[in-house]
């Protein structure tokens, strides 16, 4: 699986940025997909996943209620929809394929495949 991801930029604090990751390859409905963040200097971290079938979703607690992940297994397309934005939301932002058990969804380990990354700044 490759992955695309696009949508980044400049924002002003209280905006908002709608992230899409476009996957080539077979399969795409059997992924569990994922979006991880890393500001500069620090490690990356989890944002968003959702099951392989749309179905189910689940957020860190720094973006619940401003963030939405969503899947399009007809498209091959996941997407983040980002509102509220903060200055403390400006990082690389990362797309992410896996097939690992639902526990691990929030971890670097849980995926197998990553996007190039696209940047999102947040000004205040």
């Known amino acids: 699986v490759q992955l695309q991801a696009s949508g980044g930029g400049l924002v002003q604090a209280g905006g908002s940025l709608r992230l899409s990751c476009a996957a080539s390859g077979r399969a795409f409905s059997s992924y569990n997909m994922g979006w991880f963040r890393q500001a500069p200097g620090k490690e990356r971290e989890f944002v968003a996943t959702i099951a392989r079938s749309g179905g189910r979703t689940y957020y860190a607690d720094s973006v619940k209620g401003r963030f939405t992940i969503s899947k399009d297994n007809a498209k091959n397309t996941v997407s983040l929809q980002m509102n509220s934005l903060k200055p403390e939301d400006t990082a690389v932002y990362y797309c992410?394929?896996?097939?690992?058990?639902?526990?691990?969804?929030?971890?670097?380990?849980?995926?197998?495949?990553w996007g190039q990354g696209t940047q999102v700044t947040v000004s205040s």
């Open positions: 992410a394929a896996g097939q690992a058990i639902w526990s691990m969804l929030t971890m670097v380990s849980g995926y197998s495949y």
